[in-house]
């Protein structure tokens, strides 16, 4: 199994609402990230996980929630989101602990599109 | 600091024309670089990958040779089609940073024409 996989692939939310978005891969890997993309942007880091630790948060509001249940799953916890927060939300993985010396690149998910209204 | 910068898009072909995407980066060290292909409505996929100086890495026609002396990883491909249109980012990742934090181009949009 090479893929990551995430779920939903679209959703819509209101501002008071609760969501997860939710990420999973079966590689072995113990580097997990979650990442926001906007229209015609790169990807911008948000949250980087090293063997199920917090190792990154990229000054996240805290109306999003990380959480690592375990070493192959990766959620992504919604609440009070603004309409500015619409975005494609890309989960990644790879391989070994971050600092390692060499990066060997992620393996990306299709992302969840995520519309706030 | 760390940075890539990729040539500004849109880049428009017809099919089988020649593809160069210039990418060049600023780091320490010996960084790793990628090139990612998104297609419109999906993820990210890596492309084609080097580690080290003079690595040529290689997918799908696609190949980019790590320059360290030029700071370059220019993205090329012999014939392209109309299924390589997509958005393709350069990126690269710190040697022994305190992460394997990715940090990307801006992208840069290849549109091939019949």
């Known amino acids: 199994d090479t893929e990551v996989t995430q779920t939903p692939k679209h959703l819509v939310m209101g501002m008071t609402n609760k969501k997860s978005l939710k990420c999973e891969q079966h590689?072995?890997?113990?580097?997990m990230y979650w990442y926001k993309q906007k229209a015609k942007k790169p990807p911008e880091l948000m949250f980087v996980?090293?063997?199920?630790?917090?190792?990154i948060n990229e000054s996240v509001p805290s109306r999003f929630s990380p959480e690592c249940p375990n070493s192959s799953l990766l959620n992504l916890h919604l609440h009070a989101l603004q309409p500015e927060d619409s975005a494609l939300y890309l989960c990644?993985?790879?391989?070994?602990?971050?600092?390692?010396?060499?990066?060997?690149?992620?393996?990306f998910g299709s992302g969840t599109r995520l519309t706030v209204v | 600091g760390n940075s890539v910068t990729q040539m500004e898009g849109p880049v428009t072909l017809s099919e089988e024309a020649f593809l160069t995407i210039n990418c060049t980066y600023t780091?320490?060290?010996?960084?790793?670089l990628f090139w990612y292909v998104q297609y419109p409505g999906e993820g990210l996929q890596l492309l084609l990958k080097?580690?080290?100086?003079?690595d040529k890495g290689s997918n799908k026609g696609f190949e980019a040779t790590y320059r360290k002396e030029t700071t370059s990883f220019h993205l090329e491909k012999g014939s392209v089609q109309v299924s390589d249109s997509a958005v393709y980012f350069c990126?690269?990742?710190?040697?022994?940073?305190?992460?394997?934090?990715?940090?990307f181009g801006t992208g840069t949009l290849l549109a091939v024409q019949p």
């Open positions: 990644a993985s790879s391989q070994g602990r971050t600092g390692q010396r060499k990066n060997y690149g992620y393996t």
């Open positions: 590689m072995g890997h113990r580097a």
């Open positions: 996980y090293s063997y199920e630790k917090l190792s």
């Open positions: 780091a320490t060290g010996y960084p790793s």
């Open positions: 080097a580690t080290k100086a003079d």
């Open positions: 990126a690269l990742s710190p040697y022994g940073g305190a992460t394997n934090k990715l940090i």
